[in-house]
């Protein structure tokens, strides 16, 4: 059974910092990679980015690129989300998720993915 759990969610300025990170456990080798979604109210869940298990390969949504960092430590089965440069536009809720596709167009899309954390609530203010 494949467990994710997510932490490092809170309220922070715009401009500020802030590391999400996703603890993984009992992955099996349908396991590819591991993507991050979020969800603002009243809003469909959408693409982050992700990141291969293996390669460390990485894709961001443009809305994010040059921001945030996806990363991972294959030893302590962690992925993190390294987030610079907030605005007011990314708050939502953050979520981790695991998906056994491979390629960019399964891994943007978020029925591509098996396994889904709990979600941290990310909130922006000016």
């Known amino acids: 059974q494949v467990q994710l759990v997510e932490s490092g969610g809170g309220l922070v300025q715009a401009g500020d910092s802030l590391r999400l990170s996703c603890v993984v456990s009992?992955?099996?080798?349908?396991?590819?990679?591991m993507g991050w979604f979020r969800q603002a109210p009243g809003k469909e869940r959408e693409f982050v980015a992700v990141i291969t298990w293996s390669g460390g390969s990485t894709y961001y949504a443009d809305s994010v690129k040059g921001r945030f960092t996806i990363s991972r430590d294959n030893a302590k089965n962690t992925v993190y989300l390294q987030m610079n440069s907030l605005k007011p536009e990314d708050t939502a809720v953050y979520y981790c998720?695991?998906?056994?596709?491979?390629?960019?167009?399964?891994?943007?899309?978020?029925?591509?993915?098996?396994?889904w954390g709990q979600g941290t609530q990310v909130t922006v203010s000016s």
């Open positions: 009992g992955r099996t080798v349908s396991s590819n990679a």
């Open positions: 998720a695991a998906s056994a596709y491979s390629g960019t167009y399964y891994l943007k899309r978020r029925g591509n993915y098996d396994y």
